[in-house]
């Protein structure tokens, strides 16, 4: 191969990888997916948005891997599917944000997930969008 075709080959790989599609639905375990119709049960989504404002840390729970929700009162509770996943977040490891912008959460802040028994460093991830659902209006 000559210098031309390798780098040819190499950009073609690289723009290969800009033009995936969307990423694929999140795999929730039995328990979790439960979880999650429990509580976004007779809510409504919204339109995703890019930040959302952090009042409470203890309202973010992980649900799997890869799915957060954080309530943010009873009638609102934001869905997260992360980018990537966290591994170690479904057998109770703890979610270190990393870098956060003030008193938000955005998409693409960073995120670790910390073993709660030796404080070792495990899976990494950022944070996905963040869709609304709100309580339905009767």
């Known amino acids: 191969m000559t210098g031309k ?3 040819a080959s190499a950009l073609l ?24 119709e429990k509580a976004l049960a007779g809510k409504v989504p919204g339109e995703p ?19 957060l929700v954080y309530r943010a009162n009873k009638n609102l509770i934001y ?7 966290c591994n170690g977040l479904a057998r109770g490891d703890i979610l270190v944000l990393t ?9 693409g802040d960073m995120a670790q ?3 709660a028994q ?8 950022a944070l996905g969008s963040f869709v609304p659902y709100r309580s339905a209006t009767k």
């Open 5 to 7: 075709t390798i780098l």
């Open 99 to 107: 870098r956060t912008i003030a008193s938000q959460y955005c998409r």
């Open 118 to 125: 030796v404080g070792a460093i495990g899976g990494a991830c």
């Open 113 to 115: 997930v910390v073993d």
């Open 13 to 36: 790989l690289a723009a290969a990888g800009c033009t995936q599609g969307p990423p694929p639905e999140p795999k929730l375990g039995v328990r979790e997916a439960a979880e999650l």
């Open 79 to 85: 869905r997260n599917d992360l980018l990537g996943r």
């Open 49 to 67: 948005v890019s930040c959302i404002a952090a009042y409470n840390g203890n309202n973010l729970r992980a649900l799997g891997d890869n799915v």
